[in-house]
């Protein structure tokens, strides 16, 4: 059993910058795959990043050049650092886990709310 708790979400003006971690229980961390996904009103959830155990990362087109999801595996945390953000960056962001690097995420987070407005 996982459980992932997010932390950094908050207002931020466009352009502008956060950090979201994501600490999670457990020993083997290391062995998981981690993930950020994201949804706004009205929409439905989208995987923004993902890293897998050996630190392999891929990201949406959309955010490709702006955020970059890392991983501290000394401390069981992932992290997304959010560059250049835009008004539609705005929704709940969470934070997910499985094994391996294929299948459904088994594990998620409560969510962070981000939201970018002037």
């Known amino acids: 059993q996982v459980q992932l708790v997010e932390s950094g979400g908050g207002l931020v003006q466009p352009g502008g910058s956060l950090r979201l971690s994501c600490a999670a229980s457990?020993?083997?961390?290391?062995?998981?795959?981690m993930a950020w996904h994201r949804q706004a009103p009205g929409k439905q959830r989208e995987l923004v990043a993902a890293?897998?155990?050996?630190?392999?990362?891929n990201s949406a087109d959309s955010v490709k050049g702006r955020f970059t999801i890392s991983r501290d595996n000394a401390k069981n945390t992932v992290y997304l650092q959010m560059n250049s953000l835009k008004p539609e960056d705005t929704a709940v962001y969470y934070c997910s886990a499985r094994r391996g690097v294929i299948g459904p995420y088994n594990y998620w987070g409560q969510g962070t709310q981000v939201t970018v407005s002037s």
């Open positions: 890293i897998s155990s050996g630190g392999t990362t």
């Open positions: 457990g020993s083997i961390f290391r062995l998981y795959t």
